[in-house]
């Protein structure tokens, strides 16, 4: 504006003078409250004045939230357990993604010390990175009971034996535990009768059941959530059915050929064909 207010002040004449005075005087106006401005905002607070570098937002683990708060369901970072402080993607492992041999909790060589054959190992190695994402304390959020007026719901004790994510919280009344996932309304897990927790079982078809029994209940899950016995029953029965407990899931990484109806039943999509070439063949 004070260049135009020179221009006119030389080429308009004398109107075009007083133009140009004019042009200037608010040219040096406005000069005067950008200056006031930055001087009274660099009071306040110099931060406001400084020209930074304009860059995308960065985000850490720490700004993603605990999964045992969310229940698992997308990026967050896990706070309790073996695998404390890695980021979680949901259907995908901790330490690899869906389909995948696992390490840690669910390695092959710690299979084979709970009991299964190599082969065997390697199989539900990669089960575990389908069932829970290689987390013991993990509880499922579809297999969830629906008792008397659609109750959904159960408040667990302050028991310090439950996995911290669930202990003295109101959850889903789920039916399915830990790294592979037992139906506790079907299987006797760590020498208890789960089932007698429960009125009625849960099936894909039947979702009609009830914690009765809540204290055999959470005893069920402290053994649920146990590696080590969670492990050898994993073995034990996949050493007497192979995959059977696991169908969908087996399918899904190509462990086993049947279980097309996953696809057209429950909508689960093959990642591996049959047969998985982790296992060798």
């Not at 109107?15 to 200037?24: F, I, N």
């Not at 492992?93 to 389909?99: I, S």
């Not at 760590?190 to 099936?203: H, I, K, L, M, V």
Request: net charge positive.
């Amino acid at each position: 504006f004070m260049v135009y207010a020179g221009y006119q002040y030389i080429t308009q004449g004398e109107q075009g003078k007083t133009a140009a005075k004019g042009t200037l005087f608010s040219a040096l106006t406005g000069m005067g409250i950008l200056l006031f401005s930055f001087v009274i905002l660099r009071f306040i607070n110099p931060d406001l004045v400084e020209i930074k570098p304009i860059q995308a937002p960065i985000f850490k683990d720490v700004n993603l939230p605990k999964c045992e708060d969310i229940g698992f369901s997308g990026n967050c970072v896990i706070s309790q357990g073996a695998n404390a402080g890695q980021v979680y993607s949901a259907g995908a492992g901790p330490k690899g993604k869906a389909c995948s041999l696992m390490t840690g909790n669910c390695s092959p060589q710690n299979l084979q010390a709970a009991g299964c054959s190599p082969e065997l190992a390697r199989g539900m190695s990669i089960l575990c990175s389908v069932e829970s994402s290689n987390d013991p304390s993990i509880y499922s959020r579809s297999d969830i009971c629906e008792g008397p007026g659609g109750k959904r719901s159960i408040t667990l004790s302050n028991n310090p034996a439950l996995p911290p994510n669930v202990r003295g919280k109101t959850i889903p009344m789920s039916a399915s535990w830990g790294l592979f996932q037992f139906n506790l309304t079907f299987h006797k897990v760590g020498g208890n009768d789960c089932p007698s927790a429960f009125q009625g079982t849960f099936t894909g078809s039947n979702k009609s059941c009830n914690v009765v029994k809540q204290d055999l209940y959470e005893k069920c899950i402290i053994a649920a959530t146990t590696v080590q016995s969670h492990l050898q029953y994993a073995c034990q029965l996949a050493g007497r059915n192979s995959y059977r407990d696991w169908t969908c899931s087996a399918w899904k990484c190509g462990l086993q050929s049947n279980g097309s109806n996953c696809a057209s039943r429950f909508g689960i999509k093959q990642i591996v064909p049959y047969k998985n070439p982790l296992l060798g063949g």
